[in-house]
């Protein structure tokens, strides 16, 4: 029973934590209005809700049997790449989009007219 309460305990943070990241880059982006940005915080978003959603899969894999790259939020490079990289090991691919997703962040360099201040 305790390891059940934690385990939802670490998931309900894990979407608060998801919720948190889309809403803050909306939020230090709102003044940005060209297609660039808008295409960057819809791509942030829908890694982000892939990235949980791909939790979820893996966490639902010994009774439902899908792998990661079955979800349908998936893009079709994201699943190639979660083939190739993760093979039967699902619990690896969450890792593997988070890279993604801290990719996609990165690129605000490219896709704001004003950067995002970061700590250096």
Wanted: charged share 30%.
């Amino acid at each position: 029973n305790h390891r059940y309460m934690e385990s939802r305990k670490l998931l309900s943070d894990l979407m608060k934590s998801c919720r948190e990241l889309v809403q803050h880059t909306v939020t230090f982006t709102r003044y940005e209005h060209g297609r660039k940005a808008k295409m960057w915080r819809a791509d942030i978003s829908r890694r982000t809700c892939s990235l949980l959603r791909t939790v979820v899969s893996v966490l639902e894999y010994d009774s439902k049997g899908e792998h990661v790259w079955q979800v349908s939020e998936l893009t079709k490079s994201e699943k190639q790449a979660l083939i190739m990289s993760v093979g039967g090991s699902n619990e690896r691919a969450p890792l593997v989009l988070s890279i993604f997703l801290r990719t996609s962040i990165a690129s605000h360099v490219e896709n704001l007219e004003e950067p995002l201040d970061v700590n250096k």
